[in-house]
């Protein structure tokens, strides 16, 4: 069982930065490919980026290519997700996932999620 605990959401002004924060319980992270979503009330879940096992390989959704960059430091089980020029439309609650397979977390059905953080930007 790998628990995810997500840390870094606040409310910040358009333009500003956050650094989100996933550490995972899991002595095996390294073993997982890692992916952060967000979602908005009344919305799905939205995919926001992916980073493979060994940090060589990530992904983006388009809204957030040049802004939002994923990163991992497997020796302490944690994954980031810098955030820069924030906007409004970027307010949402944003959820860590895992799963050793890549296309799982790719196609949102990731078998671990983490709680959530909130973010919330103002114009």
């Known amino acids: 069982q790998v628990q995810l605990v997500e840390s870094g959401g606040e409310s910040v002004q358009a333009g500003g930065s956050l650094r989100l924060s996933c550490a995972a319980s899991?002595?095996?992270?390294?073993?997982?490919?890692m992916g952060w979503f967000r979602q908005t009330p009344g919305k799905e879940r939205e995919f926001v980026a992916i980073i493979d096992r060994g940090g060589r390989v990530t992904d983006y959704v388009d809204s957030v290519k040049g802004r939002f960059t994923i990163s991992r430091d497997n020796a302490v089980n944690t994954v980031y997700l810098q955030m820069n020029s924030l906007n409004p439309e970027d307010t949402a609650v944003y959820f860590c996932?895992?799963?050793?397979?890549?296309?799982?977390?790719?196609?949102?059905?990731?078998?671990?999620w983490g709680q959530g953080t909130q973010v919330t930007v103002s114009s």
């Open positions: 996932a895992a799963d050793s397979e890549y296309f799982n977390v790719l196609s949102g059905r990731p078998r671990y």
């Open positions: 899991e002595r095996t992270f390294s073993l997982n490919n």
